[in-house]
């Protein structure tokens, strides 16, 4: 239940609109991506309110063979943290609760409870230690756990820093946000997730989950070790509010559309929801496809993973709900929003292996590296007999030699390709590639 950034280094020109976009070539990279096993899942764009595309691979069930499709639930993970977040909005707006009303006052035994605040709980300020992180969590985390045994776990937390003073993801807060939407709505968070969004935003394959149920249109999930192996299946009691939901990806596209078209919240508390702290909001997080910001949330639960968001400008949606990965869904969400904005796009080429190369090879690399492209330093050293690559202001990342001028690092779908003209007293140069983009950089 973790969120996610797609890492794209420049700008591009925007091209096709929804009506011309190449659809068959996005049907072709998901062929390819089932016949290579590298995911099982759906996706689904909404432009205007109107599903444009929808596709799914692999199996829901693969003991049994049942395929996935368009009607296909998911477990969403962490998407469930917007669900959440709307309905406390719901309820501010009802002025049933405001963003300064402390957590004492519905649970005052949490430390710190009475510094903590809804908002702070929405913006992951509330300095709760996520709870997923602690050893313990997966000794219990498929088995049913009432309110009580959970609140006993929040409790015994230790905080990570004083209330609002930082921002740190905590699955914690959004299970005490989903507890105070009972509380306060005098119902489940199950049926109040029914008449306060599904109802409203036309929703037709969305709920509250409970275990999974095949023979209902549900997914298993799966890793992959030489095939497509079961998941664990936790038990929708304890992620809650944080992330117990279920739905298909045309269902999460048109949930963003209706926030942004006000069907479900105000311009203010939609506003506040985009208000952004070190790196998140109040339900919702930007991230960024070129020069366009997208807003959404993305998930992760035992084999499922999820990503969504909603461009304002241009109004249109998209979602990614797998139920087994053997690649990076950043790097397919990058692909679908490029062939379906008519930017460049190539696809990949699975047939490549991995090549080991010496030490000496590697530290003929070495060094910083710049581009008159983009306002962006890169730093190659070796380490362990690996090159490593860090970007001004970001954390370095293994890179895979293909040959001995080609390396990749697949989780942000970056190639650099080294070249070199054959000029005495030439610096190392290379291409990077992402996106569909092309920028050179030469060492310093």
Not at 68 to 93: N, P, W
Not at 223 to 232: E, H, I, L, V
Not at 276 to 283: A, I, M, R, T
Request: proline letters at 5%.
């Amino acid at each position: 239940m973790k969120r996610f950034f797609v890492l794209l280094l420049a700008f591009a020109a925007w091209g096709v609109c929804a009506q011309d976009f190449d659809s068959a070539k996005l049907d072709k990279y998901f062929a390819l991506l089932e016949k290579e096993d590298k995911a099982m899942l759906s996706v689904a764009i909404v432009d205007g309110g109107e599903p444009v595309y929808q596709r799914s691979i692999g199996f829901a069930d693969v003991a049994s063979g049942r395929k996935a499709g368009a009607d296909t639930q998911y477990r969403v993970g962490s998407i469930t943290k917007v669900f959440t977040a709307v309905m406390i909005f719901q309820l501010i707006e009802e002025e049933k609760l405001s963003l300064d009303t402390p957590l004492s006052t519905f649970f005052p035994d949490i430390k710190n409870a009475g510094a903590i605040t809804i908002g702070m709980l929405l913006s992951h300020r509330s300095g709760l230690h996520n709870f997923t992180n602690l050893p313990a969590y997966r000794t219990y985390m498929t088995s049913p756990r009432s309110k009580a045994e959970m609140l006993s776990v929040f409790e015994a937390l230790e905080a990570d820093f004083p209330p609002g003073t930082d921002t740190r993801y905590s699955n914690t807060g959004y299970v005490l946000l989903g507890y105070i939407i009972e509380e306060l709505g005098n119902d489940s968070y199950a049926s109040q997730l029914q008449s306060r969004i599904v109802k409203k935003a036309g929703l037709k394959r969305t709920a509250y989950g409970d275990a999974i149920d095949v023979e209902q249109g549900q997914a298993n999930s799966y890793y992959y070790d030489g095939g497509w192996q079961p998941a664990t299946e936790t038990n929708m009691s304890v992620p809650h509010g944080a992330g117990a939901v279920i739905s298909t990806p045309t269902d999460v596209a048109t949930f963003l559309t209706a926030l942004f078209e006000g069907k479900l919240v105000s311009s203010s508390s939609l506003a506040m929801m985009k208000r952004v702290q070190k790196g998140l909001g109040h339900g919702l997080f930007p991230f960024p496809f070129y020069e366009r910001t997208l807003w959404g949330h993305n998930g992760s639960i035992d084999g499922f993973a999820s990503q969504s968001g909603y461009f304002e400008m241009g109004n249109v949606a998209f979602a990614l709900t797998a139920n087994g990965v053997n690649y990076t869904l950043n790097e397919i969400s990058v692909a679908v929003l490029s062939i379906y904005f008519g930017l460049p796009y190539e696809l990949p080429d699975f047939s490549k292996e991995p090549v080991t190369l010496s030490e000496s090879q590697l530290s003929g690399y070495e060094g910083t590296y710049s581009s008159d492209a983009i306002p962006l330093k890169i730093t190659l050293t070796v380490k362990d007999g690996i090159l490593m690559a860090q970007a001004t202001g970001q954390n370095a990342f293994p890179l895979t030699a293909f040959s001995p001028t080609e390396f990749q690092f697949e989780p942000a779908g970056i190639v650099m390709m080294f070249k070199s003209s054959g000029k005495e007293n030439e610096k190392p140069a290379f291409d990077l590639l992402q996106g569909g983009g092309k920028y050179p950089f030469v060492r310093e």
